[in-house]
Protein backbone atom coordinates (compact mmCIF):
# COMPACT_ATOMS: atom_id res chain seq x y z
CA UNK A 1 0.00 0.00 0.00
CA UNK A 2 1.08 3.28 -1.31
CA UNK A 3 1.49 6.31 0.89
CA UNK A 4 -1.65 8.15 -0.39
CA UNK A 5 -3.33 4.72 -0.29
CA UNK A 6 -5.35 4.97 -3.47
CA UNK A 7 -5.19 5.06 -6.62
CA UNK A 8 -7.87 6.37 -7.79
CA UNK A 9 -7.61 9.53 -6.49
CA UNK A 10 -6.68 12.91 -8.16
CA UNK A 11 -3.02 13.79 -9.52
CA UNK A 12 -2.38 17.21 -7.79
CA UNK A 13 -0.73 20.16 -9.93
CA UNK A 14 -0.04 23.29 -9.15
CA UNK A 15 2.05 26.73 -10.73
CA UNK A 16 1.83 30.58 -10.35
CA UNK A 17 -0.85 31.20 -13.05
CA UNK A 18 -1.73 29.66 -16.52
CA UNK A 19 2.20 27.55 -17.32
CA UNK A 20 1.48 24.40 -15.59
CA UNK A 21 -0.94 23.72 -17.95
CA UNK A 22 1.52 22.84 -20.39
CA UNK A 23 2.04 20.00 -17.87
CA UNK A 24 -1.72 19.65 -17.74
CA UNK A 25 -2.09 19.11 -21.37
CA UNK A 26 0.91 16.24 -21.40
CA UNK A 27 -0.92 14.34 -18.34
CA UNK A 28 -3.98 13.68 -19.95
CA UNK A 29 -2.32 12.72 -23.43
CA UNK A 30 -0.27 10.08 -21.58
CA UNK A 31 -2.52 9.76 -18.50
CA UNK A 32 -5.93 10.06 -19.71
CA UNK A 33 -7.71 8.30 -17.28
CA UNK A 34 -6.33 10.06 -14.69
CA UNK A 35 -8.41 12.60 -12.58
CA UNK A 36 -6.36 15.72 -12.02
CA UNK A 37 -6.69 18.83 -9.39
CA UNK A 38 -4.75 22.38 -10.89
CA UNK A 39 -4.19 25.21 -8.64
CA UNK A 40 -2.95 27.98 -11.04
CA UNK A 41 -2.12 31.33 -8.33
CA UNK A 42 -3.19 33.72 -10.56
CA UNK A 43 -3.74 36.51 -8.22
CA UNK A 44 0.04 35.82 -7.51
CA UNK A 45 1.67 35.48 -10.04
CA UNK A 46 4.72 35.75 -11.05
CA UNK A 47 6.98 34.12 -8.84
CA UNK A 48 8.98 34.38 -10.34
CA UNK A 49 10.45 37.59 -10.10
CA UNK A 50 10.21 37.12 -5.85
CA UNK A 51 12.45 36.27 -3.06
CA UNK A 52 12.82 32.76 -1.79
CA UNK A 53 11.20 33.07 1.36
CA UNK A 54 7.78 34.19 -0.37
CA UNK A 55 8.02 31.73 -3.37
CA UNK A 56 8.23 28.69 -0.32
CA UNK A 57 5.37 30.11 1.76
CA UNK A 58 3.44 30.11 -1.84
CA UNK A 59 4.02 27.27 -2.76
CA UNK A 60 3.87 25.15 0.59
CA UNK A 61 -0.08 27.51 0.50
CA UNK A 62 -0.39 25.65 -3.45
CA UNK A 63 0.68 22.27 -1.70
CA UNK A 64 -1.65 22.67 1.10
CA UNK A 65 -4.78 23.42 -0.94
CA UNK A 66 -4.15 20.58 -3.62
CA UNK A 67 -3.58 18.01 -0.33
CA UNK A 68 -6.94 19.23 0.93
CA UNK A 69 -8.34 17.94 -2.62
CA UNK A 70 -6.85 14.58 -1.62
CA UNK A 71 -4.40 14.20 -4.60
CA UNK A 72 -1.98 11.19 -4.74
CA UNK A 73 0.75 13.10 -5.84
CA UNK A 74 1.76 16.70 -6.56
CA UNK A 75 3.86 18.06 -9.24
CA UNK A 76 5.05 21.42 -9.37
CA UNK A 77 4.68 22.22 -12.63
CA UNK A 78 6.56 25.79 -12.22
CA UNK A 79 10.04 25.95 -13.21
CA UNK A 80 10.72 28.73 -10.33
CA UNK A 81 8.84 26.57 -7.29
CA UNK A 82 10.95 23.63 -8.85
CA UNK A 83 14.12 25.20 -8.73
CA UNK A 84 13.23 26.78 -5.03
CA UNK A 85 11.34 23.93 -2.72
CA UNK A 86 13.52 21.33 -4.05
CA UNK A 87 11.42 18.12 -4.02
CA UNK A 88 14.60 16.44 -1.95
CA UNK A 89 13.55 19.42 1.08
CA UNK A 90 10.03 19.14 1.61
CA UNK A 91 10.24 16.51 3.65
CA UNK A 92 7.07 15.31 5.89
CA UNK A 93 4.43 15.53 3.15
CA UNK A 94 1.90 12.62 2.88
CA UNK A 95 2.46 12.62 -0.73
CA UNK A 96 4.96 12.14 -3.30
CA UNK A 97 6.34 15.73 -4.02
CA UNK A 98 8.18 16.20 -7.97
CA UNK A 99 9.11 18.98 -9.40
CA UNK A 100 10.29 19.89 -13.29
CA UNK A 101 14.06 20.42 -13.04
CA UNK A 102 14.90 16.68 -12.80
CA UNK A 103 12.99 15.24 -15.55
CA UNK A 104 13.99 18.55 -18.11
CA UNK A 105 17.90 17.88 -17.04
CA UNK A 106 17.64 14.34 -17.64
CA UNK A 107 16.00 14.41 -21.42
CA UNK A 108 18.65 17.71 -21.88
CA UNK A 109 21.35 15.43 -21.00
CA UNK A 110 20.07 13.03 -23.23
CA UNK A 111 19.21 14.86 -26.51
CA UNK A 112 23.00 16.98 -26.46
CA UNK A 113 25.42 15.98 -28.64
CA UNK A 114 27.73 18.73 -28.28
CA UNK A 115 27.46 19.15 -24.58
CA UNK A 116 26.49 22.81 -24.75
CA UNK A 117 22.94 22.74 -23.01
CA UNK A 118 21.19 26.19 -22.37
CA UNK A 119 18.43 27.11 -19.60
CA UNK A 120 16.49 29.35 -20.10
CA UNK A 121 14.24 30.89 -17.28
CA UNK A 122 12.60 33.28 -14.35
CA UNK A 123 14.97 35.18 -12.50
CA UNK A 124 14.20 32.87 -9.44
CA UNK A 125 15.25 29.68 -11.01
CA UNK A 126 18.49 31.07 -12.98
CA UNK A 127 19.31 32.35 -9.63
CA UNK A 128 19.04 29.50 -8.24
CA UNK A 129 21.15 27.30 -10.15
CA UNK A 130 19.25 24.58 -10.06
CA UNK A 131 19.68 23.45 -13.58
CA UNK A 132 23.26 23.73 -13.52
CA UNK A 133 23.48 21.27 -10.44
CA UNK A 134 21.28 18.61 -11.82
CA UNK A 135 22.99 18.84 -15.25
CA UNK A 136 26.35 18.60 -13.13
CA UNK A 137 25.33 15.40 -11.82
CA UNK A 138 24.10 14.10 -14.30
CA UNK A 139 27.29 14.66 -16.57
CA UNK A 140 30.07 16.85 -15.63
CA UNK A 141 31.29 17.81 -18.58
CA UNK A 142 27.86 19.38 -19.38
CA UNK A 143 28.66 23.35 -20.30
CA UNK A 144 24.93 25.10 -18.89
CA UNK A 145 24.62 28.60 -19.80
CA UNK A 146 21.51 30.19 -18.02
CA UNK A 147 19.67 33.18 -19.10
CA UNK A 148 16.94 34.82 -16.69
CA UNK A 149 13.90 35.98 -19.46
CA UNK A 150 11.62 38.03 -16.74
CA UNK A 151 9.12 39.28 -19.54
CA UNK A 152 7.93 36.20 -21.29
CA UNK A 153 5.47 35.42 -18.43
CA UNK A 154 3.97 38.12 -18.29
CA UNK A 155 3.98 37.98 -22.15
CA UNK A 156 2.02 34.50 -21.91
CA UNK A 157 -0.03 35.32 -19.43
CA UNK A 158 -1.07 38.36 -21.22
CA UNK A 159 -1.78 36.53 -24.78
CA UNK A 160 1.07 38.01 -26.15
CA UNK A 161 2.53 33.72 -27.40
CA UNK A 162 1.42 33.62 -31.05
CA UNK A 163 4.35 32.96 -33.55
CA UNK A 164 4.62 36.74 -35.31
CA UNK A 165 3.64 38.27 -32.16
CA UNK A 166 6.43 41.51 -32.16
CA UNK A 167 6.78 41.79 -28.51
CA UNK A 168 7.82 38.37 -27.84
CA UNK A 169 10.08 38.62 -30.57
CA UNK A 170 11.28 41.35 -29.36
CA UNK A 171 12.28 39.65 -25.76
CA UNK A 172 13.05 36.67 -27.33
CA UNK A 173 16.02 38.40 -29.58
CA UNK A 174 17.11 40.36 -26.61
CA UNK A 175 16.87 37.35 -23.78
CA UNK A 176 18.38 34.59 -26.05
CA UNK A 177 21.64 36.32 -26.94
CA UNK A 178 24.21 34.70 -24.11
CA UNK A 179 22.25 30.91 -24.72
CA UNK A 180 22.64 31.77 -28.71
CA UNK A 181 26.36 33.14 -28.38
CA UNK A 182 27.28 30.06 -26.33
CA UNK A 183 26.11 27.87 -29.03
CA UNK A 184 24.36 25.20 -27.29
CA UNK A 185 22.33 22.47 -29.33
CA UNK A 186 19.60 21.74 -26.14
CA UNK A 187 17.73 24.27 -24.70
CA UNK A 188 16.18 23.84 -21.90
CA UNK A 189 12.54 25.76 -21.37
CA UNK A 190 12.88 25.93 -18.11
CA UNK A 191 9.60 27.52 -16.95
CA UNK A 192 6.59 25.80 -18.15
CA UNK A 193 4.93 29.07 -19.31
CA UNK A 194 7.89 29.03 -21.91
CA UNK A 195 5.85 25.78 -24.51
CA UNK A 196 3.93 28.57 -25.55
CA UNK A 197 6.69 30.63 -27.03
CA UNK A 198 8.28 27.70 -28.74
CA UNK A 199 7.63 28.96 -32.42
CA UNK A 200 9.49 32.35 -31.36
CA UNK A 201 12.19 30.64 -29.57
CA UNK A 202 12.98 28.15 -32.21
CA UNK A 203 12.87 30.52 -34.77
CA UNK A 204 15.50 33.01 -32.61
CA UNK A 205 17.22 29.55 -31.99
CA UNK A 206 17.53 28.57 -35.52
CA UNK A 207 17.62 25.20 -37.01
CA UNK A 208 19.68 22.34 -35.08
CA UNK A 209 18.39 23.26 -31.05
CA UNK A 210 16.68 21.15 -29.58
CA UNK A 211 13.87 22.56 -27.03
CA UNK A 212 13.23 20.53 -24.27
CA UNK A 213 9.89 20.81 -22.22
CA UNK A 214 10.17 21.00 -18.70
CA UNK A 215 6.33 20.71 -18.58
CA UNK A 216 6.03 17.41 -20.52
CA UNK A 217 9.15 16.06 -19.18
CA UNK A 218 7.74 16.03 -15.92
CA UNK A 219 4.43 14.80 -16.71
CA UNK A 220 6.07 11.55 -18.48
CA UNK A 221 8.30 11.18 -15.34
CA UNK A 222 5.03 11.89 -13.03
CA UNK A 223 3.62 8.81 -15.00
CA UNK A 224 7.09 6.84 -14.21
CA UNK A 225 6.38 7.62 -10.11
CA UNK A 226 2.76 6.64 -9.98
CA UNK A 227 3.48 3.20 -12.11
CA UNK A 228 6.40 2.57 -9.69
CA UNK A 229 4.59 3.55 -6.28
CA UNK A 230 1.21 1.36 -8.09
CA UNK A 231 -1.34 4.51 -8.06
CA UNK A 232 -1.76 4.35 -11.63
CA UNK A 233 -5.89 4.86 -12.21
CA UNK A 234 -7.08 1.38 -12.63
CA UNK A 235 -10.07 2.71 -15.13
CA UNK A 236 -10.83 2.87 -19.41
CA UNK A 237 -12.96 5.84 -18.22
CA UNK A 238 -11.91 9.12 -19.22
CA UNK A 239 -10.51 11.65 -16.13
CA UNK A 240 -12.03 14.74 -15.19
CA UNK A 241 -9.90 17.83 -14.48
CA UNK A 242 -10.98 20.02 -12.17
CA UNK A 243 -9.13 23.97 -12.42
CA UNK A 244 -9.00 26.09 -9.28
CA UNK A 245 -7.12 29.55 -9.65
CA UNK A 246 -6.82 32.90 -6.64
CA UNK A 247 -7.98 35.94 -8.93
CA UNK A 248 -11.46 35.79 -10.80
CA UNK A 249 -11.57 33.10 -13.26
CA UNK A 250 -12.38 34.88 -16.52
CA UNK A 251 -8.79 35.57 -18.34
CA UNK A 252 -7.59 32.29 -16.91
CA UNK A 253 -10.67 30.94 -18.91
CA UNK A 254 -10.11 32.51 -21.91
CA UNK A 255 -6.06 31.74 -22.19
CA UNK A 256 -6.50 27.96 -20.53
CA UNK A 257 -8.11 27.06 -23.40
CA UNK A 258 -5.10 27.99 -25.47
CA UNK A 259 -2.37 26.30 -23.13
CA UNK A 260 -4.16 23.27 -23.45
CA UNK A 261 -4.23 22.82 -27.17
CA UNK A 262 -7.68 23.85 -27.86
CA UNK A 263 -9.22 20.00 -26.81
CA UNK A 264 -10.79 20.84 -23.40
CA UNK A 265 -13.17 23.78 -22.00
CA UNK A 266 -11.26 24.87 -18.83
CA UNK A 267 -13.84 26.71 -16.30
CA UNK A 268 -11.81 27.48 -13.27
CA UNK A 269 -13.28 28.12 -9.44
CA UNK A 270 -11.39 30.58 -7.61
CA UNK A 271 -10.55 30.02 -4.21
CA UNK A 272 -8.94 31.47 -1.42
CA UNK A 273 -5.38 30.48 -1.15
CA UNK A 274 -4.35 32.44 1.99
CA UNK A 275 -6.62 30.10 4.29
CA UNK A 276 -4.73 27.11 3.26
CA UNK A 277 -1.56 26.03 4.98
CA UNK A 278 0.20 22.90 5.83
N1 LIG B 1 5.47 28.76 -14.82
C1 LIG B 1 6.33 29.39 -13.84
C2 LIG B 1 7.71 28.76 -13.95
O1 LIG B 1 7.76 27.68 -14.51
C3 LIG B 1 6.20 30.85 -13.97
C4 LIG B 1 6.95 31.58 -12.93
C5 LIG B 1 6.43 32.88 -12.51
O2 LIG B 1 5.31 32.93 -12.03
O3 LIG B 1 7.19 33.83 -12.59
O4 LIG B 1 8.73 29.26 -13.51
Not at 106 to 129: D, F, L, P
Not at 205 to 211: A, H, I, N
Request: charged fraction near 20%; include cysteine; proline fraction near 5%.
Amino acid sequence: MSRAGDASRPIGVFDSGLGGLTAVKELRAILPGEDIVYFGDTGRVPYGSRGRDIIISYARQDIAFLLAKGVKIVLAACGTVSSTLLPEEATGLPVEYLGVVAPASAAAARATRSGRVGVIGTEATVASGSYQRALAGIDAGIVCTTAACPLFVPLVENGHFAPGDRMAEWAAEEYLAPVKAAGVDTLILGCTHYPLLAGTIAAQMGPGVTLIDSGREAALALKDRLEAAGLLARTRQLGKADYYVSDEPTRFHQLAQIFMGGADDVPARRIEIEDYHL
